[in-house]
T-cell receptor
Framework: AQSVTQPDIHITVSEGASLELRCNYS??????LFWYVQSPGQGLQLLLK??????LVQGIKGFEAEFKRSQSSFNLRKPSVHWSDAAEYFC????????FGGGTRVLVKP | GAVVSQHPSRVICKSGTSVKIECRSL??????MFWYRQFPKQSLMLMAT?????????EQGVEKDKFLINHASLTLSTLTVTSAHPEDSSFYIC?????????????FGNGTRLTVT
C-alpha cells in the first residue's frame, strides 16, 4: 500500500528566509510524486510533480523538489519565502488515485 | 488550460436532507473522476472513483449508500450525500485526469464545503 508522511505539522519561517518541507513516501513501484498547496477554504493548486527523469524538479512560484529514491523522500524547497506562501502544503503519491500526506502548515513571519 | 469546476462552493443543509455536489470537466472529457473528503485541519482522503458508464468504486470504510456517485456523462460526476448528518460536514473535492495513465495532469476542483446543521 502506498503512504506518505509529512513529519512537520507546521513550520514558521521569516519572510525572505529559505523553506524546506519534508516528505517521505512508501510506494511499490516508481512513484509519481506531487506537491500541492492549499489556501484556507480553497482547493488544491499543483506546485510540481515528479514522474521520471531529472530528480530535481522545478515548479511554480519558485518552488523546487528533489526526489531521492535511496531516502524515499521528495522534499520541497524555496530559497526565499514570501508572505503569500503562507498556506497548507500537501505531498502526494500515486497515479490518478492519490494518497496524501497529513499536510504541513506554513506560517510566514514578517 | 484544463479546468475542473465544482458546484456549489459551499452549502448548508439541515440534518436528514440530501445534498448534491457537481464536478464538471470544462474543456476535456473525463472517463474517471475522483472524490476526496477533507476534515478540518486534516488531509484529503480518497472516498471513491467515479467511472463514466459504470458503478463507482468506493474506498474501504466509505458507505456507498450514503455517498451516491453518478457519472452521467464524460464531463459530469455528481456526489450526493444522502440523509446528511452533522458528522458529514466536511470539505469535498473532486479531481479528474485529462488522460488515462499515471502521468496525466490531474486537475482539482475548488471544493465544496458542506455544513450540516
Amino acid at each position: 500500500a502506498q503512504s506518505v508522511t509529512q513529519p512537520d505539522i507546521h513550520i514558521t519561517v521569516s519572510e525572505g528566509a529559505s523553506l524546506e518541507l519534508r516528505c517521505n513516501y512508501s510506494y511499490g513501484a516508481t512513484p509519481y510524486l506531487f506537491w500541492y498547496v492549499q489556501s484556507p477554504g480553497q482547493g488544491l493548486q499543483l506546485l510540481l510533480k515528479y514522474f521520471s527523469g531529472d530528480t530535481l524538479v522545478q515548479g511554480i512560484k519558485g518552488f523546487e523538489a528533489e526526489f531521492k529514491r535511496s531516502q524515499s523522500s521528495f522534499n520541497l524547497r524555496k530559497p526565499s519565502v514570501h508572505w503569500s506562501d503562507a498556506a497548507e502544503y500537501f505531498c502526494a503519491v500515486g497515479e490518478n488515485k492519490l494518497t496524501f500526506g497529513g499536510g504541513t502548515r506554513v506560517l510566514v513571519k514578517p | 488550460g484544463a479546468v475542473v469546476s465544482q458546484h456549489p462552493s459551499r452549502v448548508i443543509c439541515k440534518s436528514g436532507t440530501s445534498v448534491k455536489i457537481e464536478c464538471r470537466s470544462l474543456d476535456f472529457q473525463a472517463t474517471t473522476m475522483f472524490w476526496y473528503r477533507q476534515f478540518p485541519k486534516q488531509s484529503l482522503m480518497l472516498m471513491a472513483t467515479s467511472n463514466e458508464g459504470s458503478k463507482a468504486t468506493y474506498e474501504q470504510g466509505v458507505e456507498k449508500d450514503k455517498f451516491l456517485i453518478n457519472h452521467a456523462s464524460l464531463t459530469l460526476s455528481t456526489l450526493t450525500v444522502t440523509s446528511a448528518h452533522p458528522e458529514d460536514s466536511s470539505f469535498y473535492i473532486c479531481s479528474a485526469p485529462t488522460l488515462q495513465g499515471g502521468n496525466s495532469p490531474l486537475h482539482f476542483g475548488n471544493g465544496t464545503r458542506l455544513t450540516v446543521t
